[in-house]
């Protein structure tokens, strides 16, 4: 929420077909991730980067690819490598430092066709 | 590595009555913990933090949460639940480390008229 813009809203994909989600924020937050969301499951994380030019990935990162060329901006791409893409996927930013909250954007739906 | 657990996938609790969302969590060190609300289709809201200090932590909303070092938990809690608090919450650890952020997941919070 707040500087933190996650576009499209919703995506819809082709089987076969690589997608990208844009995340953009001016917060100046160092950390940014991505998080992605299923009925039931919470939140998992997918890849996160706390500098810009250097990323790690999470719990489920395959499939998925990011790259940070800008503070401002941690886009993620699905790749068709992900056999179960429909979901909502959320970007968040934090301060380099743990004892602070992370902001979320309003996520993207993706939804395979 | 760090872990969360909420052991309820949804709470019921009528207007006017007090309310608990329990956590537990799994981490080395120190933990940061947090709390999230989600409404349908959105991204997610923090409502508090606990860092150090007092163990009764209150945040946004009328909501407040007790740490317990020695049960590893950090429940949710508000003395009179509200129709429009119905939402999707969170439970999130971080270590002091300033490692990446650990969602549970999730308890839906139902409160009827």
């Known amino acids: 929420d707040g500087g933190i813009t996650q576009s499209p809203k919703y995506l819809f994909r082709k089987e076969g077909q690589n997608v990208t989600l844009s995340c953009e924020q001016n917060?100046?937050?160092?950390?940014m991730y991505w998080y992605r969301q299923d009925p039931g499951q919470g939140l998992r994380l997918i890849y996160y980067?706390?500098?810009?030019?250097?990323?790690q990935k999470g719990d489920i990162a395959e499939g998925y690819s990011v790259s940070r060329e800008k503070k401002e901006s941690f886009p993620l791409t699905v790749t068709s490598a992900q056999k179960n893409p429909t979901a909502f996927y959320l970007c968040?930013?934090?301060?380099?430092?743990?004892?602070?909250?992370?902001?979320f954007g309003q996520g993207t739906r993706l939804t395979v066709v | 590595a760090q872990s969360v657990a909420q052991p309820e996938d949804q709470v019921n609790v009528a207007e006017g009555n007090p309310l608990t969302v329990k956590c537990t969590y799994s981490?080395?060190?120190?933990?940061?913990l947090f709390w999230y609300v989600q409404y349908p289709n959105r991204g997610l809201q923090f409502l508090l933090k606990?860092?150090?200090?007092?163990?009764l932590v209150k945040g946004s909303y009328g909501f407040e949460a007790e740490f317990n070092k020695s049960q590893t938990s950090f429940h949710l809690k508000k003395p009179s639940a509200l129709v429009s608090d119905s939402a999707l919450y969170f439970c999130?650890?971080?270590?002091?480390?300033?490692?990446?952020?650990?969602f549970g997941a999730g308890t839906i919070l139902r409160v009827k008229s």
């Open positions: 981490v080395s060190g120190n933990p940061y």
């Open positions: 999130a650890v971080r270590d002091n480390r300033g490692n990446k952020l650990v």
């Open positions: 917060l100046n937050h160092d950390a």
């Open positions: 980067s706390q500098i810009v030019n250097d990323f």
């Open positions: 606990y860092i150090t200090g007092d163990n």
């Open positions: 968040a930013t934090s301060t380099d430092r743990g004892n602070t909250e992370a902001f």
